[in-house]
């Protein structure tokens, strides 16, 4: 299966700053997600990563909060804007691979706006 | 669009004995059911799935099964072990491909 490689991390960021979470795949795979999990909840779908055009929101997130790119088949990022206390989640890239493989996830991004 | 269902939220089981995890979908076009494990401070890990062409599905000491006319699948775990503490968390991936996940179950495997 494919390893997802995620960086950072973890950071700790200040209220209205942004960061950029970067998602590897050691593989080609068809399609990249990022997810949010909050402390103690499920994972929610923020968006599916498109390569070469705009990624696919869904409802509750939009583009100028959570812009995100996928330049080639293998990489993705994901930058949380204007950074406030409530963003403060874990962010989780996964992917399915070539051949209608399952869908595997990275180890997060632990995030927390102080 | 789907909407999963899963319970207990938190379940406690004794060393050795089983463990059984339910879920319920919504969307009779989902075609495929996986289930992950996350550990703390780790991302899911698929343990296995199942697809609606199939009733059960077996990988050691886990195993799903499907019932397609209810909408239900769930998670069965025999002589369960210290390690299988984590979270649990079925899934069905929906007629637009994506992923929806149920809201998890903590399993505590008592000593």
């Known amino acids: 299966s494919a390893v997802i490689s995620q960086k950072p991390s973890r950071d700790i960021c200040q209220r209205g700053t942004s960061l950029t979470i970067q998602c590897q795949v050691d593989?080609?795979?068809?399609?990249m997600f990022w997810y949010r999990q909050q402390p103690g909840q499920s994972l929610t779908l923020i968006a599916t990563?498109?390569?070469?055009?705009?990624?696919?929101?869904e409802s509750g997130f939009v583009i100028d909060k959570f812009p995100i790119s996928r330049p080639n088949l293998t990489f993705s990022t994901l930058t949380v804007s204007n950074m406030s206390p409530e963003d403060s989640s874990i962010y989780l890239c996964?992917?399915?691979?070539?051949?209608?493989?399952?869908?595997?996830f990275g180890d997060g991004t632990r995030l927390s706006i102080l | 669009g789907e909407n999963v269902e899963q319970h207990p939220s938190t379940l406690s089981v004794q060393e050795g004995d089983s463990a059984v995890i339910k879920c319920t979908y919504s969307?009779?076009?989902?075609?495929?059911f996986p289930w992950y494990k996350q550990e703390l401070g780790k991302g899911p890990q698929l343990i296995i799935d199942?697809?609606?062409?199939?009733g059960e599905k077996k990988d050691q000491r886990i195993a799903v099964t499907l019932n397609k006319t209810a909408k239900h699948f769930s998670l069965h775990i025999t002589e369960t072990q210290p390690e299988d503490s984590a979270v649990y968390f079925c899934?069905?991936?929906?007629?637009?491909?994506?992923?929806?996940f149920g809201k998890g179950t903590r399993l505590h495997i008592l000593p």
């Open positions: 969307d009779s076009a989902s075609n495929y």
């Open positions: 199942i697809r609606s062409n199939v």
């Open positions: 899934a069905a991936r929906s007629r637009d491909d994506k992923i929806i």
């Open positions: 593989s080609q795979v068809t399609m």
């Open positions: 996964s992917a399915t691979g070539v051949g209608n493989q399952p869908q595997h």
């Open positions: 990563a498109n390569q070469g055009s705009e990624a696919t929101y």
